[in-house]
């Protein structure tokens, strides 16, 4: 997948989060902050080609990076990042961020065709559920849009019914 791909699926599954804390009365500025920065990390794993092509370091795509294992290291990595700035709201921002922007990439790579093990070390099963490849813009693009369309709602709700009332003035409803 692509990073628009990839940054579509985090949106989406960050989506339920955001309503979560909207729930409980949290102040949205940090939640809204955490979610552009798991976004931002959603293409993360996909350093290992970066790695290869700009410093030649021997390392397989679909590797390390590309694990459960690698999801826990980014986030605690920058849990200790943003807890410098905000303190124990950080370590929780940073981490929520890390995790989840890793774990977004798996489940969104894992539809392709290319294996890879999300568990491993605790377990070698190779996953690829080869329901489109990587390449497919449709699909990345489509993603992204699905993704910033409920992120938008989550965050805003009545931007829906705003939307909707817009669309059914212009066709004259
Ligand atoms: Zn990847």
Known sequence: MYKEGHAGVSFLLFSPLMLFFKSIGADMTYVFVTCVLMVALSSLPDIDMELRKEYGIEINHRGKTHTFLAGILFGIAFSALIGVAYGILGNLMGFIAGFGGTASHLLGDAFTYEPFEPFYPFSKKKIALRKFKSSNRLVNNTMLGLG???????????????????IKSILGF
Do not use: H, R
Not at 148 to 163: D, V
């Open 148 to 166: 910033i369309f409920s992120f938008i709602i989550s965050y805003e709700p009545s931007i829906f019914w705003l939307i909707l009332n817009s």
